[in-house]
């Protein structure tokens, strides 16, 4: 790698990504430096982050805003900028670093799937290199090397697990508790995330995620069931062949490519062992079962503001599952509700914000009309 250590800024330090950032980052002190770090309002976490790690830049979101989550971003002398922070917070700093040129690690894909359209027609625009983080998108990057989806990609196959209701039935799904939804086999997330897992939700933001991050159009993106979280996603070339990406279900293997790219290191985490692999079970997934999953492909196809609304509309539902005011089987119910609502146009890349937190208050209208 050149210039190392890559200076690296975290934002979204105290999350789950942000974790196994720095657990990449400790596990190779000669190639990564941790130069700059951000929290929502954990302070005490971020203390004892900036005290381990030596980070001389620093920034609480609950006390310096949006500004200071900018500043760091673009840092002069930044390499790597990882975004990981909740919603649509990671927009502004993500432009930043782009505008900076920067390379970004996107780990927040809410922003994508809420102004896919007009954000990246400003990260096209930018110096900087967008490099996506979540597993799936990793894998799908790493499979076309680099190169864009089109011509000579078919369809873009991301996997899921199938979350721990792999095996029910529809009539089983009526009645899954809060605890059974937040125990997932495979991977160790918060809350919200294993939420949509479990009912897919997440799946279905990834295909959204995947339309722009790629630019391939809706009906080129498909979903595969994979129990064992091993293959991360899958290629499928018009000549027939298929490249997959295999490794743990750890994000260190994803985080480390990024912030490595182009080039490649010892890993983080115990590497996978074709060896003790017994089978890898493929199956389609069964869209009646996750209506959360259908639903999501239906807002990918229809466009415009649909995926923002999508979103907007399953954040409220699943905060009113963990707080037990809905049955599990109601998170869908309101999305669908939702979305039958009057959609409005979306807007212009400086609006995005105020737009996503007024989507929210029609998804939250909508369940109390619902809870009433």
């Not at 381990?52 to 609950?62: C, D, I, N």
């Not at 490099?131 to 190169?147: I, K, M, T, W, Y």
């Not at 086999?185 to 294993?194: D, E, L, Q, R, Y």
């Amino acid at each position: 790698m050149e210039s190392l250590p890559r200076n690296v800024v975290l934002l979204g330090a105290t999350g789950s990504i942000g974790e196994n950032t720095l657990a990449v980052i400790a596990a190779h002190p000669g190639l990564f430096r941790l130069l700059g770090a951000a929290a929502h309002s954990n302070a005490e976490a971020l203390r004892g982050i900036a005290h381990r790690f030596e980070v001389p830049h620093t920034r609480l979101f609950r006390e310096s805003g949006m500004e200071g989550l900018v500043e760091l971003a673009a840092l002069p002398e930044a390499d790597v900028i990882v975004v990981a922070t909740t919603g649509i917070d990671g927009l502004r700093p993500m432009l930043a670093a782009l505008e900076a040129g920067k390379v970004v690690g996107l780990a927040s894909k809410e922003i994508l799937v809420v102004g896919g359209e007009v954000v990246m027609a400003a990260v096209k625009a930018c110096p900087g290199r967008l490099l996506p983080v979540d597993s799936e998108h990793n894998a799908l990057f790493q499979c076309l090397d680099g190169r864009e989806a089109a011509p000579s990609v078919r369809r873009l196959l991301l996997t899921a697990s199938g979350g721990p209701f792999l095996h029910h039935t529809r009539r089983e799904m009526e009645a899954v508790t809060l605890e059974e939804a937040l125990r997932h086999p495979n991977w160790a997330m918060g809350p919200k995330i294993t939420i949509d897992s479990a009912t897919m939700a997440n799946k279905g933001l990834e295909m959204i995620e995947a339309r722009w991050l790629f630019d391939v159009p809706p009906e080129a993106i498909d979903v595969v069931l994979h129990p064992q979280s091993l293959i991360h996603s899958l290629v499928e070339f018009i000549d027939g062949c298929l490249l997959a990406q295999l490794s743990p279900p750890s994000m260190t293997f994803a985080l480390q490519h990024v912030l490595g790219y182009p080039e490649r290191m010892e890993p983080t985490s115990e590497p996978l062992d074709l060896m003790k692999i017994h089978h890898l079970e493929l199956r389609p997934p069964d869209w009646g079962k996750f209506p959360c999953l259908r639903l999501a492909r239906e807002a990918l196809r229809g466009g415009g503001a649909l995926p923002a609304l999508f979103n907007a509309a399953n954040s409220v539902a699943v905060e009113a599952f963990l707080a037990k005011r809905i049955p599990f089987s109601g998170i869908a119910r309101i999305i669908e509700e939702t979305l039958a609502r009057n959609v409005p146009a979306l807007p212009g890349l400086d609006e995005l914000t105020l737009f996503e937190e007024s989507l929210r208050k029609t998804a939250a209208e909508q369940l109390q009309n619902h809870l009433t």
